[in-house]
């Protein structure tokens, strides 16, 4: 099975402030990274797949970049709204795996 | 608008069996492969289960593989996941999500994600 490493684990921030986390995967899983927000209580929704490509509605101050074993996802400039915990997932091979989450937490 | 509707979540015994059922509209629901994906109070995501568009094809986590079952009914746009011999840590949330690719014919490997989830059903094993 692909071990998807996600860093932090937690990290706190002000709104205003640019956020990055990384995604590492045990092996090259090209570019079949996809990136999901969960806020407290509610369902995962998808904000990034296949590594860089915006899903629709999403805000532009999301990206993701990233190819091979390492991902990373930006918030260009924290809002309220983005406090929440954020998870990769390889969609390289079965079974699906998630990273552990990173929770992004009001500074 | 996509919808999906879980129910069948509750309170069983270990060794026990439940039958979760997602509702599916909005959507084409015989050309869309579909997944379960668990999460157990206060931790991380954990994939299921897959299972394809006519439903000849399934994938299993090892965790739950000889005691988890998913099946669709397309006639009636409905997945669902059997789960037998229930333990104390398959306590979770349970999503159903659709999965979304631009290339069928390599599923379920490749480009593929999940969009969008449902709002889940809570599965309690306990005595």
């Known amino acids: 099975d692909i071990q998807m490493t996600q860093s932090p684990s937690s990290l706190s921030a002000s709104v205003g402030d640019r956020v990055t986390i990384t995604c590492r995967a045990s092996?090259?899983?090209?570019?079949?990274l996809n990136w999901y927000q969960q806020k407290p209580g509610k369902t995962p929704k998808l904000l990034i797949y296949a590594a860089s490509s915006l899903q629709s509605g999403v805000p532009s101050r999301f990206s993701g970049t990233g190819s091979g074993t390492d991902f990373t996802l930006t918030i260009s400039s924290l809002q309220p709204e983005d406090f929440a915990t954020y998870y990769c997932q390889q969609s390289y091979s079965i079974p699906r795996t998630f990273g552990q989450g990173t929770k992004v937490e009001i500074k | 608008e996509v919808q999906l509707l879980e129910s069948g979540g509750g309170l069983v015994q270990p060794g026990g069996s439940l039958r979760l059922s997602c509702a599916a509209s909005g959507f084409t629901f015989r050309s869309y492969g579909m997944s379960w994906v668990r999460q157990a109070p206060g931790k991380g995501l954990e994939w299921v289960s897959a299972i394809s568009g006519s439903g000849g094809s399934t994938y299993y986590a090892d965790s739950v593989k000889g005691r988890f079952a998913i099946s669709r009914d397309n006639s009636k746009n409905t997945l669902y996941l059997q789960m037998n011999s229930l333990r104390a840590e398959d306590t979770a949330v349970y999503y159903c999500?659709?999965?979304?690719?631009?290339?069928?014919?390599?599923?379920?490997?490749?480009?593929?994600?999940?969009?969008?989830w449902g709002q889940g059903t809570l599965v309690t094993v306990s005595s």
């Open positions: 092996q090259s899983i090209s570019s079949f």
């Open positions: 999500a659709k999965e979304e690719t631009p290339y069928s014919s390599s599923w379920p490997h490749g480009l593929n994600w999940l969009d969008p």
